[in-house]
Nanobody, 119 residues
Framework: QVQLVESGGGLVQAGGSLRLSCVAS????????MGWYRQAPGKQRELVAT???????IYADSVKGRFTISRDNPKNTVYLQMNSLKPEDTAVYYC?????????????WGQGTQVTVSS
């Protein structure tokens, strides 16, 4: 099992910045993906950014150039630096870890942290 604890959400004005953190504990496999998803009211959960244990990054088009994902492997922590925030970035942000073992994937989610961007 893997437990995820997020922090760093809050209220910020448009153009501002926030940094989200997610600490993972438990059994983290050597091959894994850590990342962030978000869900706005009335919308489906969507990928924001992911970073594999091999260093491959994926960003949603809507956040490219504004958000940066990074990780500290010894600390099992993933970060999301969010700059130039827009009101449309308002959502609950969820940390996600995928443990990969051959064809098997184990998926874990944090409890979510609210990000609100005012105009």
């Amino acid at each position: 099992q893997v437990q995820l604890v997020e922090s760093g959400g809050g209220l910020v004005q448009a153009g501002g910045s926030l940094r989200l953190s997610c600490v993972a504990s438990g059994r983290i496999f050597s091959i894994n993906t850590m990342g962030w998803y978000r869900q706005a009211p009335g919308k489906q959960r969507e990928l924001v950014a992911t970073l594999t244990s091999a260093g491959q990054k994926i960003y949603a088009d809507s956040v490219k150039g504004r958000f940066t994902i990074s990780r500290d492997n010894p600390k099992n922590t993933v970060y999301l630096q969010m700059n130039s925030l827009k009101p449309e970035d308002t959502a609950v942000y969820y940390c996600n870890v995928k443990n990969l073992y051959g064809p098997a994937i184990s998926d874990y989610w944090g409890q979510g942290t609210q990000v609100t961007v005012s105009s």
